[in-house]
């Protein structure tokens, strides 16, 4: 099964709110609705895979790592004052959560 | 090119690979096309009022879509010429066509060309993120370099009713304060905004820049309504009326407090809600309000039991003089009543323990006595007395112990308060505007340097959205 990661995205709250929108108002069943978030699962996860393929660097300018967390083979951090340079533009930000899973094994991790 | 925003086409191409794969579950389901259109629909409606990607469905990478709702009684104008509609360099507002404005919606949509425009009053203006507002001036929107942030002249805007403004940005913050007398007036409760430059680049901080859309307002039309749309299309609702920016003073709050701490109240607040002398501070307030609620609960209690203990009619009025004398003593008065009447709920430790040692200590007292001689009856009855002699001085010495303890402890406390990593970190630490969703190919640590390899995410720095296919960044903890 592909990550479920991605649901907590602008894309992935906007496709929930909308399934729960048409479950209220029973149009849909919450089993297709959740048919339709792996569905989601699966076409974000190799979107990104294949589609995206920019680089980005970042480091903190002042700021330094906040927390870090590592559960259930996911890590989370937060970092304070971090800049976040793409090539063509810059990013600054005073505090980022980052969740990150494991994308060593994406191949295993992917089952029908 | 570089200033191709990714992002756009990315959603749009997922959002179509996710339709065309649940297509067929839906028809297995047995359900109709038109439910698979609207979902989609949904979708799209709600991550284009999200600020995640301004252009979702525009070609032009760089500017913001807002609509325009215009009145009945604008049609002919804007139909008749376009002067009210300002547009330099002679260059027409892509999209916006007459015939949209004859529509019952009276609506039409179409970027920001990138200079300014005049808009007459009695325009409403629907940003792609939802927000509504109505111009109640004459306004020219403007693009400025600056940062985007709220004006300050809001009040100037009411006043110049009927004269065009020109209104420019990189203005403060607003006070709250003179706001204040606004926030009884929900009518006034009207923001100008200006164009930001997250346009052109993404440095600008998103928070500012929700309310920073080129959003003009509103004539006094519907005005409560559109601040009421206004204000719950605000996500930074909390338990002040906040609009962009400004928090109003929790005087507006007051009317819903009672019994609860009061934050920020000043002294006269608490005066007002106790009717005595009080400490102005938060935590003198919440004692207050407990103690109050202590003495009332036992004034209570007290008269419940008046007409069964007589002696406690003597007591009643003496508390109730000594209680209204000094407010203060309220702590003290609860527990001295708590020990003459009920014992079995006499708090020696906690929160009643600063107040009054020595009733505490001669409550210890008592009780080890009675220990002592619960303990062993027959054989300590020479013995009590010495095990009074010695319980008081144990209690002499362990009120002293005690008082130093408690001393102590009353010191270390603030002492080492600083110590434990308070709880409330925690939750809020991970509560933020800015968040990265990826996947990790290696995380590194040596001493307290890290360093990150991360692939395949999603980054939302105050709601605008980008993704990369690898970051990497090292972090000191």
């Known amino acids: 099964m592909a990550y479920q990661l991605y649901r907590n995205t602008t894309l992935g709250n906007s496709l929930q709110e909308s399934l729960d929108e048409l479950i209220q108002s029973q149009q849909i069943t919450p089993q297709l609705a959740l048919q339709v978030l792996l569905q989601f699962d699966k076409a974000i996860n190799s979107a990104l895979a294949q589609r995206v393929r920019n680089r980005v660097n970042f480091r903190p300018m002042y700021g330094s790592l906040n927390t870090y967390r590592f559960c259930d083979n996911g890590w989370t951090f937060v970092l304070n004052d971090v800049e976040f340079r793409e090539v063509t533009e810059l990013i600054k930000v005073d505090k980022v959560k980052i969740v990150a899973c494991d994308g060593k094994n994406t191949g295993s991790n992917t089952t029908e | ?477």
């Open chain 2, 1 to 477: 090119m570089a200033c191709v925003n990714p992002v756009p086409k990315l959603y749009r191409s997922v959002i179509e690979d996710v339709i065309e794969g649940v297509r067929d579950l839906f028809a297995e389901e047995g359900i109709e096309e038109q439910v698979l259109k609207e979902l989609k629909q949904l979708w799209e409606t709600k991550v284009l009022q999200s600020k995640a990607t301004e252009d979702f469905f525009r070609n032009n990478v760089h500017s913001p879509v807002f609509t325009l709702q215009l009145p009945n009684s604008l049609h002919q104008t804007l139909q008749s010429s376009t002067a009210s509609l300002v547009i330099p360099a002679g260059r027409p507002l892509p999209s916006f066509t007459t015939a949209e404005l004859s529509t019952s919606n009276s609506s039409a949509s179409f970027t920001f060309p990138g200079y300014p425009i005049h808009v007459p009053a009695g325009v409403t203006l629907q940003t792609a993120s939802g927000h509504l507002y109505k111009v109640n001036v004459p306004i020219v929107v403007t693009q400025t370099s600056g940062r985007a942030s709220i004006l300050h002249p809001i009040q100037q805007v009411f006043q110049q009713l009927g004269q065009p403004s020109l209104i420019q940005t990189s203005v403060p913050r607003l006070n709250p304060c003179s706001l204040h007398a606004t926030a009884e007036k929900p009518k006034r409760i009207e923001t100008v905004l200006h164009q930001p430059t997250i346009l052109h680049s993404g440095t600008v901080d998103r928070k500012h820049l929700e309310n920073a859309t080129s959003d003009i307002l509103a004539p006094p039309g519907n005005e409560r309504e559109i601040m009421s749309e206004a204000l719950l299309s605000q996500p930074e609702s909390s338990q002040y009326i906040r609009l962009p920016g400004v928090v109003f003073p929790p005087q507006v709050s007051q009317t819903h407090v009672h019994g609860e701490p009061v934050l920020g109240v000043a002294g006269s607040m608490t005066q007002n809600l106790n009717g005595g002398p009080l400490s102005t501070g938060r935590q003198g307030a919440q004692h207050q309000h407990m103690s109050d609620i202590q003495l009332r609960v036992l004034k209570n209690r007290m008269f419940g039991c008046g007409s069964v203990k007589q002696p406690r009619n003597t007591e009643e009025p003496s508390s109730l003089p000594v209680s209204e004398k000094d407010s203060n003593s309220q702590m003290d008065l609860s527990i001295q009543v708590m020990d003459d009447d009920i014992n079995e709920i006499i708090q020696i430790d906690g929160t009643g323990d600063t107040s009054s040692n020595d009733e505490i200590g001669t409550t210890r007292d008592v009780e080890e006595n009675e220990f002592l001689g619960i303990i062993d009856a027959g054989d300590l009855k020479v013995l009590e007395e010495e095990a009074d002699s010695i319980s008081n001085e144990d209690s002499t010495a362990n009120s002293s112990d005690n008082e130093d303890p408690q001393i102590d402890v009353v010191e270390e406390d603030p002492l080492n308060s600083g110590d434990d990593v308070s709880e409330q970190d925690v939750p809020d630490l991970f509560d933020t505007d800015n968040v990265i969703v990826c996947q990790y190919d290696k995380i590194h640590r040596s001493k307290n340097k890290w360093k990150f390899y991360l692939k395949d995410g999603v980054m939302c720095f105050g709601g605008r959205d980008y993704v990369f296919a690898k970051a990497i960044g090292d972090a000191e903890w």
